[in-house]
């Protein structure tokens, strides 16, 4: 690994274990150019990479064809208003109202890196990158610095990219888009594949030919959203799990984002990723800076498992906080499919003292604890207990559980306030709404704002005061809404345009300073289900509440897109109850244990009124899950088969590092008249290896080498019903 000037070619060489990156810089005039991002090549012929076929339209040598050139160029950073009519990377607004801009090559700097996880710091970012290129560029016209940042890490087969821009003139500017990357690479004739979806089905995978025109994916609505997710892949047409050229894009932001794919007319292909222009204006005064957030970029030549593999060894070992993110999580269980608003201290003993029996760590009290709250109309803000339904108050409660041997976790929405509160009465200019217009409620409650430095301490003290005043392991921090009528009382005119940047910055630093004072606390994000499932909240949050659709068959597809990119260690699930509140499709514990078993597990019913088989059953699946939770923390994910591309039945495997254990998990979905027995090959395994398997398919154990198991298959008998799931242990003998 490592990062190279080889001033001969005046190129950068940026080496990961696998693959090369390689940007170089013009002969004259110092445009940044993109010249190669794929497998691991040797250093002896990049110069026959580079496409000296630019040299004669560099606009030194035909000046009268310059915009030929800046519409043709493949630019590391695009500039805007200045002859390159593809997506721009940055936009600005200077004094006079003019928006050209166009940064061309100053210096370099190459940084050795360190630990460098600071929660003080106010963009989360990936930590332990060996390298960083710095490339130093400038606006000469307005006097704008640029600096586009690469980074690079011992073992992983990620870059890490982000830009900054600082306004070194005399003047003040607006700053109207700063994407923190783009990568403008020849067409293959690709595919792209996105996250799509909505409330309850969160992250479906959609795949599709990539033709001439741009493709967004975006979010305009304050959190990075359930309808598309901050992610975006690149693939070759024949590319599938195993092979193929896989380029996958993670934007580690949690607000308003765009990632587009861009066919220019001469079917070269741009992407470009950061924060969303849309609703984004920000007043650079001489001498500030501002920062995008950071985008990964991944290239596989493995296929899209390959390219998944590497997010997820990269987020285990870059993102997720080191104290958690390989050890063992808490089996909790959480009322709200229980009880809803209707519980008392009473009832919340009762599960937990179930919750023992049966072997669960932690019982999470969920919305519904606070205020006078009793359905979803009040009290948001008003952070003190219900006393009337937690006699004796919060204290009391977590030591009764506590005396039960579990652990307490507990649910807030930090960021809202309910029009009818004592803190709205208290103060009406707290909430994000334009003076005048009926502001847009959802689910009867308005956002806070968090621009606001008073909101954020009024918010952190709240959770603050809670935490130092009893034994608290874990919080839920929900986010119901999306942000709309964006207005601030506390940000001048002039400013307006930075809300929905400063709202999300608001939100990391309270999760930052809260895991400064508390650096225990284990924070599960979760945002009316899984609308915020994004890199950044994986930085305070080692794993993120993934769906409220708790329905085992709806959960497959679910889980299989969120895994593209996020390990599985960071993806919640539960099992609910059947039939499911969601969906009402009836499934057996089995299934709904198994589908579970793909993340962290949890329960999320109430065991209190489940039938003493169920109860057997439940036990025996949570042994089981224990039994396997540390292959879920630490191996690898193979997708082996997918309901969502077959219609008939899903499967996927876990893989420990050195490949001696494995847990391959198989639902049948849908039970089909003519259905023989199926045969799925597995992967990941040792093909030399001898593997004794076993399933309660068989009344023994097979033993079979890894490269029958992955060649020829393992024959599972047809279920001749629906919803069926079975689990085969793989044991090297
Ligand atoms: C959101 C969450 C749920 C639950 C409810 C409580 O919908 O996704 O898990 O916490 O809020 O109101």
Redesign the pocket.
């Known amino acids: 690994m490592s990062i190279r000037y080889l001033s001969e070619y005046k190129l950068f060489k940026i080496d990961t274990v696998n693959t090369t990156y390689i940007l170089s810089i013009t002969d004259t005039e110092g445009f940044i150019g993109h010249v190669y991002y794929g497998k691991l090549i040797s250093d002896d012929d990049v110069n026959y990479l580079l496409r000296t076929s630019y040299n004669k339209w560099l606009p030194s040598q035909l000046p009268s064809e310059r915009n030929n050139f800046m519409d043709m160029f493949p630019f590391e950073f695009a500039g805007s208003n200045t002859g390159d009519f593809r997506e721009s990377s940055i936009e600005i607004e200077d004094i006079n109202g003019n928006r050209s801009v166009n940064f061309t090559y100053d210096r370099y700097e190459i940084i050795k890196e360190g630990f460098n996880r600071n929660h003080e710091d106010l963009m989360p970012s990936l930590y332990n990158k060996s390298e960083t290129l710095v490339i130093f560029a400038s606006d000469k016209v307005l006097g704008l610095n640029l600096k586009l940042y690469y980074s690079i890490f011992d073992k992983e087969d990620a870059i890490v990219r982000r830009s900054e821009l600082i306004n070194n003139s005399s003047t003040s500017i607006y700053l109207t888009k700063l994407l923190s990357m783009n990568l403008d690479i020849d067409n293959d004739d690709y595919d792209m594949i996105t996250l799509h979806g909505n409330w309850g089905r969160e992250r479906k995978i959609e795949r599709y030919k990539i033709n001439p025109g741009k493709h967004l994916v975006s979010s305009i609505r304050g959190r990075s959203s359930h309808q598309e997710n901050p992610f975006t892949a690149i693939v070759q047409k024949n590319a599938d799990q195993t092979k193929g050229d896989a380029y996958g894009f993670n934007l580690v932001y949690s607000g308003n984002f765009m990632s587009q794919v861009e066919v220019t007319q001469f079917g070269d292909l741009r992407f470009c990723m950061g924060i969303n222009p849309k609703n984004f204006k920000f007043l650079l005064e001489t001498n500030e800076t501002f920062s995008s957030p950071e985008a990964v970029l991944v290239y596989s030549p493995n296929g899209i498992g390959g390219m998944s593999r590497v997010f997820h060894n990269l987020y285990r070992n870059h993102l997720i906080a080191p104290n958690f993110a390989y050890s063992k999580r808490p089996l909790l269980i ?1 009322n ?2 229980a009880t ?1 608003f209707d519980f008392d201290d009473e009832k919340i003993i009762s599960i937990a003292k179930k919750a023992k029996e049966i072997g669960l760590d932690m019982l999470v009290l ?3 604890w606070f205020g006078t709250r009793s359905d ?1 109309n009040t009290s948001l803000g008003d952070w003190f207990v219900n006393e009337s339904k937690l006699k004796g108050g919060l204290t009391s409660l977590v030591a009764k559980i506590n005396e039960i041997d579990l652990d307490f976790g507990l ?1 807030f ?1 930090p960021e809202m306030v309910s029009p009818v509160s004592m803190l709205n009465s208290m103060h009406p200019d707290w909430a994000i709404k334009i003076s005048d217009r009926e502001p847009c409620l959802a ?1 009867n409650q308005m956002v806070l704002d968090l621009s606001n430095p008073e909101v954020r301490e009024y918010i952190f003290d709240s959770i603050a005061t809670i935490l130092r005043s009893c034994n608290i392991k874990y919080i ?1 921090w ?1 986010m ?1 809404r999306q942000l709309t009528d964006l207005s601030s009382s506390f940000l001048p005119k002039e400013r307006m345009g930075e809300l929905s940047h400063r709202y999300v910055l608001g939100v990391y630093e309270i999760q930052g300073k809260l895991l400064k004072e508390f650096p225990y606390l284990f924070i599960e994000n ?5 609308a915020r499932f994004d890199p950044a909240m994986l930085y305070f949050s080692p794993q993120i ?1 993934t ?2 659709d708790t329905e085992a068959i709806e959960r497959l597809s679910i889980q299989e897109g969120t895994a593209i990119c996020y390990p599985l260690s960071s993806i919640s699930c539960h099992i609910a109850a059947s039939p499911n509140h969601v969906v009402r499709r009836e499934t057996p514990m089995n299934t709904r244990a198994r589908v579970a078993s793909f993340g962290v597990l949890g329960c ?1 019913l109430d065991i209190t009124q489940l039938s003493s088989d169920d109860i057997n059953l439940l036990k025996a699946e949570l042994e089981d899950y224990n039994s396997i939770s540390d292959l879920i923390l630490k191996g690898d994910y193979y997708r082996i088969s997918s309901f969502n591309e077959n219609n008939t039945h899903d499967s996927w495997m876990i893989v420990s590092k050195d490949k001696r254990e494995a847990v391959f998990t198989f639902v049948q979905v849908v039970a089909r008249h003519n259905n023989r027995e199926f045969r799925i090959r597995l992967n990941g395994l040792d093909p030399n290896c001898l593997y004794r398997i076993e399933s309660e398919l068989f009344s023994e154990s097979m033993t079979l080498h890894g490269n029958v198991l992955m060649n020829a298959g393992i024959i599972i008998p047809y279920a001749g019903k629906d919803y069926v799931a079975y689990q085969f242990k793989i044991k090297a003998v």
């Open positions: 959480n709200w499919e809803y969920d919305d519904g979803p649910w929405e689910r839920k929900d119901n979760c945002s009316s289900g899984g509440w769906s409220d999320e």
